[in-house]
């Protein structure tokens, strides 16, 4: 069982930044693809960003790529996104998810991320232009 902790949310103006951490309990941090995603209001949950067990691979929704950077910290159990040049279509609230037998890359394509593991109950981030 894998415990997750969203922090870092808040109000900026457009083309603000904003940097989410996720902090996940127990032992086996290493062995979990880790990702994000995210719902807007009136809108379906949608992926935002994943890394690899290893950290060595990395994937984005389109329109994040180039402005989103996903990192990982296995030695201490957190997960990071750093979010710059944020929109009013950013807002919405993020969740951290982790699984024990997606792939980051699988978890790329996973639509509303039906089926993963463990998910935090989010963080809200809110961007007014």
């Known amino acids: 069982q894998v415990q997750l902790v969203e922090s870092g949310g808040g109000s900026v103006q457009a083309g603000g930044s904003l940097r989410l951490s996720c902090a996940a309990s127990g032992r086996t941090f290493s062995r979990y693809a880790m990702g994000w995603f995210r719902q807007a209001p009136g809108k379906e949950r949608e992926f935002v960003a994943a890394i690899s067990r290893s950290g060595g691979s990395t994937y984005y929704e389109d329109s994040v790529e180039g402005r989103f950077t996903i990192s990982r910290d296995n030695a201490k159990n957190t997960v990071t996104l750093q979010t710059n040049s944020l929109k009013p279509e950013d807002t919405a609230v993020y969740y951290c998810?982790?699984?024990?037998?997606?792939?980051?890359?699988?978890?790329?394509?996973?639509?509303?991320?039906?089926?993963?593991?463990?998910w935090g109950k989010g963080t809200l981030v809110t961007v007014s232009s």
């Open positions: 998810v982790a699984d024990s037998q997606s792939t980051a890359q699988a978890m790329s394509v996973r639509g509303q991320g039906y089926g993963l593991d463990y």
